[in-house]
């Protein structure tokens, strides 16, 4: 089969790689790509966002099967338009991906369906937003209703942190439009964690749990980013707790949407707090999460396309699915500075060496022509090993990265680690 994979970053790396493993993919294709996709897939310079683009490429080059991984195309109807070109294609139609496209949806569609999460209010009225902080006092969350890459959550520790947040979201639109209609929460406290569960519109398969590690510096000190580090699974998520968040949260989720008529055939990604009241979702997104992804995608032993197109046609309950035991760490190697500026075009060395003791997933390289690995993002490389134990796996991770330099590599040294995932906000 003919199959092409929507994104460019780790985690479209990590279902690369896993897809090449499936014998039915005989031609694997990547839009945009990396340095390290090339590797695996050809890559096609289309942008991810790109609808028009990507659908007249699969339909002029006859791919059998489309894998849409980033949010923003799901959230544009990239599945839509693939299927309206007669294309199968992985990943929620747009009616669905609205589950994070939109705060201010999801949040209700919990509050209708009894879904445990924390309690808000959303606003559209910057006074009656502010008025409302008074009342509530702090520490307090304040969310852009829309996409905001990741930057839109603000949990403030004082009544003025917030409401200075709420006036730039809604009067200087720091984020456009998203931050139009702000969500309000109730801020909790406990371990999160998150679970990546196939649907296909009616049933739900869950992977590992695995943690992400959001913050810049050690001992999560230091801005949000899209994520340094993660790990499968969670020592802090027990068959006890998964089988409350299947019974309160996993099923009840997709039985919802099937019935708002929004079925979600994809993977939905559970953003769990762990709180002293029981697990609570404070999020839902419409993918596979990054840097999740590549620890979790580690420990598959399954065909992920036939996974994808069990999705796809309605027969995931139908599916064996089987992960290996022990666990997976993926260390992210980033470029010094980011979240915030950061230099690009610095040669890699050392990615072979590394390659022997793990898998490097390339989330911004990119190969010039005179064939050197050069930096090109702030997130630059995610290397991922498994082991019997989280601790071998992590000691794996950090062994191989000793080969990988850069110029101004910036790593964290905790992933995994004791402490790295104490309780936020506690
Ligand atoms: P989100 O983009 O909604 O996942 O929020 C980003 C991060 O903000 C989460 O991973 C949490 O660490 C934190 N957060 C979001 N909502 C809450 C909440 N209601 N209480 C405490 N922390 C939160
Ligand atoms: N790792 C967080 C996310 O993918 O949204």
Redesign the pocket.
Known sequence: MNVLVVGGGGREHAICWKLRQSPNVTQLYCAPGNGGIAGLAQCVPIKATDVEGIVRWAKENAMDFVMVAPDDPLALGMVDALEAAGIPAFGPRKNAAIIEAS?AFSKELMKKYNIPT?KYETFTDLEKALAYLDAQGAPI?V?ADGLAL?K??V?AQTAEEAKNAVREMMEDKKFGESGSTVVI?????GP?VTVLAFCDGEHLATMPSSQDH?RAFDGNQGP?TGGMGAFAPSPNYTPEIAAECMEKIFLPTVAALKAEGRPFRGVIYF?L?LTPQGPRV??YNARFGDPETQAVLSLLDSDLLEIFQACVQGTLDQVDIEWADGAACCLVLASGGYPASYQSGYPITGLEQAGEKAVVFHAGTKRQEDGRMVTAGGRVLGVTAVGDTLEQAVAASYEAAKSIQFEHMHYRTDIGRDGACAC??A
């Open positions: 705060k924390a969350v969310k990741g839109g959550v949990v929460e109730e801020c909790m406290t999160e959001k949000n953003g707090m404070v999020e936020r906000n």
